[in-house]
């Protein structure tokens, strides 16, 4: 199994311009979380996903934030415009159930705006 | 939201000695995981344990859920084992039963 992939695994941009991070869950789950990691704040949900549906994204901090998942097999994360305190790790997480089930973490995107 | 705590926030050891993490946690859980942050940043599932003990190598856990803790074991330490461990639950009520909520993490080091 290949396990969460994320893409990019680092970026890079200037203020104000438009960032798009992509997931691919693991095949079968059908859950899929987006996290965020700051100094400030650690580790935070930001918004998940069951059988591609939204279900909480109240962890999403503005609406300079909005996440998709088209398919099955997809997710992304954009922020526009991006602001410097959007640097931070993101990581998507899946898992085949609720509550129950263990989410498994991609390797994050290391996003650094100035 | 339910507190997760954990404890200590920092944890120098020399190679080869043993240790205990802790977890408390305010309410009642569904789900508990514990996880090591590499020094890369990744994630990596060591446990999950809403409940009883289970054992992995070197490492154990425990999680009491009656008394709302659990307990991370590493013996024989080794330097590879540093990095931060986290414990993660979610919560056994309340609306956002999808979301886990993460502790601030124990920094462990590791001497050669």
């Known amino acids: 199994d290949a396990g969460v992939i994320q893409s990019p695994r680092h970026e890079v941009t200037e203020m104000g311009q438009e960032v798009t991070l992509r997931c691919k869950p693991i095949?079968?789950?059908?859950?899929l979380f987006w996290y965020r990691q700051t100094m400030m704040r650690g580790l935070e949900l930001l918004i998940y996903?069951?059988?591609?549906?939204?279900?909480?994204d109240s962890g999403m901090p503005e609406d300079r934030f909005s996440a998709k998942m088209p398919n099955a097999s997809f997710s992304t994360l954009k922020i526009q415009p991006s602001e410097p305190r959007d640097s931070a790790v993101y990581f998507c997480?899946?898992?085949?159930?609720?509550?129950?089930?263990?989410?498994?973490f991609g390797p994050g995107t290391r996003l650094t705006v100035t | 939201g339910i507190q997760v705590e954990q404890s200590p926030p920092d944890l120098i050891l020399q190679e080869g000695a043993n240790s205990t993490l802790r977890c408390n946690f305010s309410?009642?859980?569904?789900?508990l995981q514990w996880f090591h942050q590499n020094p890369w940043g990744q994630l990596i599932n060591l446990f999950y344990?809403?409940?009883g003990t289970k054992q992995n190598g070197r490492l154990s856990a425990t999680t009491v859920a009656t008394e709302r803790y659990s307990l991370l074991y590493i013996s024989s330490s080794q330097t590879t084992d540093s990095g931060v461990y986290f414990c993660?639950?979610?919560?056994?009520?309340?609306?956002?039963?999808?979301?886990?909520?993460f502790g601030r993490g124990t920094q462990l080091t590791v001497w050669p």
């Open positions: 997480a899946s898992s085949s159930g609720l509550a129950i089930h263990e989410q498994y």
């Open positions: 095949s079968g789950h059908d859950y």
């Open positions: 996903f069951n059988n591609n549906v939204p279900i909480d």
């Open positions: 309410d009642s859980v569904n789900n």
């Open positions: 344990i809403p409940s």
């Open positions: 993660a639950v979610i919560p056994g009520r309340g609306s956002t039963l999808g979301r886990l909520y």
